[in-house]
């Protein structure tokens, strides 16, 4: 089984900065992609971010909303992804989501895995 843990959300004031980290864990062989999607109250989930493959080749991927202001980073051999979040703003507040497709050990074709979620509040 594949387990993946988001951490680092909280409150932050407009213009302040968040370091987001996706946490892989199992019976993992390796880890293709992993993603960051968000959702604010009300609001459809969309992605964030994308980064795809490992070392200084790896793809990466922004929607329009990011202007700049995030990096989405991983530790290819801890299977872990982050996102570095600078000059949040009240628009930013949403639950942030990890996924990744994960090849599990015995598997021969990779399958999606979710997280729950890490709250991010941006609020004077």
């Known amino acids: 089984q594949v387990q993946l843990v988001e951490s680092g959300g909280g409150l932050v004031q407009p213009g302040g900065s968040l370091r987001l980290a996706c946490a892989a864990s199992?019976?993992?062989?390796?880890?293709?992609?992993m993603r960051w999607y968000r959702q604010a109250p009300g609001a459809k989930r969309e992605l964030v971010a994308v980064?795809?493959?490992?070392?200084?080749?790896?793809?990466?991927h922004y929607e329009d909303f990011v202007r700049g202001r995030f990096t989405i980073s991983r530790a290819y051999a801890e299977n872990t992804a982050y996102l570095q979040m600078n000059n949040l703003g009240p628009e930013d507040t949403a639950v942030y989501l990890c996924?990744?497709?994960?090849?599990?050990?015995?598997?021969?074709?990779?399958?999606?895995?979710w997280g729950q979620g890490t709250q991010v509040t941006v609020s004077s």
């Open positions: 980064i795809n493959g490992s070392g200084p080749t790896a793809y990466v």
């Open positions: 996924n990744a497709d994960v090849l599990v050990n015995g598997a021969i074709q990779q399958s999606r895995y």
């Open positions: 199992g019976s993992i062989r390796s880890i293709n992609a």
